[in-house]
């Protein structure tokens, strides 16, 4: 099974081991600070460490010209993050840290990415998806990160003893180990349950339903023998993936999707249930990446 935990090597001490990382984009946007309050207590459930990341870009002028703007830009970013990071609630054990680069989020963050367990951003603005070719940045970042990203919808708070599910959609053709692990993860450290959902269209669900239950059924059995305590739901849609997938979102507590394997197509992305997901979405979404080419989840 996939574990997104990593443990020490045996034999040797936690000491030895770099301290295990969430990373959150941050901007002056609502969407960025729901995400870095929703980072933090995602770090404090994982016994990670925060760390806030900040890129912004500086207009082509001489050498002077740019020094001075790279310096005030700085500052005030710099202001930015203390600002965020005032609004958070840290445990005492947690490092939370700060990072400003001169760069673009959308090629510091999946580099950043590499490093770290997660990476956490504000959900893409609904007025403004759609109109870039390769979307906004929580979209263009999950689509080339190697590691989990999780996107957080603007004033997203969690009720304090959510027992809402953890909800991952599946295909039902592969194994999706990538996307179940990341799920049951979650669900271990909430103590909350998980939602199996699998969507097709209505004429593939009149025709075989019983075959796609057998499948779905066949690819849990050994998820739930592994977490004997966590209950586990399925629930079939009747649709086009794309369309039905973040309507599950109303009442789960994070809606865990896979990402299409890092190919040479970007197309794949485009046209992915993840994208349309983290455009639709009420609730947090984390993007899983599939390991191997035939390995995860739906795309």
Same mark, same amino acid.
């Given at each position: 099974?996939t574990?997104?935990r990593p443990?020490? &090597?045996?034999g040797?001490?936690?000491e ?7 990373i959150v984009?941050v901007d002056?946007?609502?969407?960025a ?7 933090v207590?995602e770090?404090?459930?994982r016994?990670?460490?925060?760390? #806030?990341?900040?890129?912004?870009e500086?207009p082509l *002028?001489?050498?002077? /010209? ?5 310096a005030? %830009? ?6 930015l993050?203390?600002?965020? !990071? ?7 054990r947690?490092?939370?840290d ?5 760069d673009?989020a959308?090629?510091l963050?999946p580099r950043l990415?590499e490093?770290a &367990?997660?990476?956490v ?6 007025? #403004?998806? /759609?109109?870039m @070719? *390769?979307g906004?940045?929580a979209?263009?970042v !999950?689509s080339m990160?190697?590691? @989990?990203?999780?996107?957080?919808p603007? %004033?997203?708070? !969690?009720?304090?003893?959510? +027992?809402?599910?953890i ?6 053709? $592969?194994?999706?180990?990538?996307t #179940?692990?990341?799920a049951?993860?979650?669900a271990?450290?909430? $103590?909350? @349950?998980?939602?199996?959902? $699998?969507?097709a269209?209505?004429?593939e669900?009149?025709?075989?339903e019983?075959g ?5 059924? &066949? ?5 739930k023998a592994d =977490?004997?305590d966590i209950?586990?739901?399925?629930f079939?849609?009747?649709g086009?993936?794309?369309d039905?997938?973040?309507?599950v979102? !109303? ?6 999707v %896979?990402v299409? =394997?890092r /190919?040479?197509?970007f ?7 993840? +994208?349309?997901v983290?455009?639709r979405a009420?609730c947090p979404?984390a993007?899983?990446p599939?390991? $191997?080419p035939?390995s995860?989840?739906?795309?």
């Amino acid at each position: 099974m996939t574990t997104f935990r990593p443990a020490a &090597e045996p034999g040797g001490s936690a000491e030895q081991s770099p301290p295990r990382l969430i990373i959150v984009g941050v901007d002056d946007s609502a969407e960025a600070e729901a995400a870095a309050k929703w980072a933090v207590q995602e770090a404090d459930l994982r016994k990670d460490d925060v760390l #806030l990341v900040h890129a912004y870009e500086v207009p082509l *002028l001489p050498s002077s /010209g740019r020094v001075a703007a790279i310096a005030q %830009g700085r500052q005030e970013r710099q202001a930015l993050l203390d600002r965020v !990071a005032s609004t958070l609630a840290v445990p005492p054990r947690m490092h939370l840290d700060r990072r400003i680069e001169v760069d673009s989020a959308e090629s510091l963050l999946p580099r950043l990415s590499e490093k770290a &367990e997660l990476t956490v951003l504000g959900q893409d603005h609904r007025a #403004l998806s /759609g109109h870039m @070719p *390769l979307g906004h940045t929580a979209s263009t970042v !999950a689509s080339m990160s190697r590691h @989990p990203v999780v996107a957080v919808p603007r %004033g997203w708070t !969690a009720p304090a003893g959510d +027992r809402r599910p953890i909800a991952v959609a599946i295909d039902g053709l $592969h194994s999706s180990s990538s996307t #179940l692990g990341f799920a049951f993860t979650e669900a271990s450290f909430r $103590h909350a @349950p998980v939602l199996v959902v $699998h969507s097709a269209p209505l004429s593939e669900l009149t025709v075989g339903e019983q075959g796609t239950r057998l499948n779905l059924a &066949e690819i849990m059995a050994g998820w739930k023998a592994d =977490y004997p305590d966590i209950d586990v739901e399925t629930f079939l849609l009747a649709g086009p993936p794309r369309d039905t997938v973040a309507s599950v979102s !109303a009442d789960a507590q994070l809606l865990v999707v %896979g990402v299409p =394997y890092r /190919g040479r197509e970007f197309t794949r992305w485009i046209r992915s249930v993840a +994208r349309a997901v983290l455009e639709r979405a009420t609730c947090p979404v984390a993007v899983v990446p599939q390991q $191997h080419p035939r390995s995860a989840t739906a795309d």
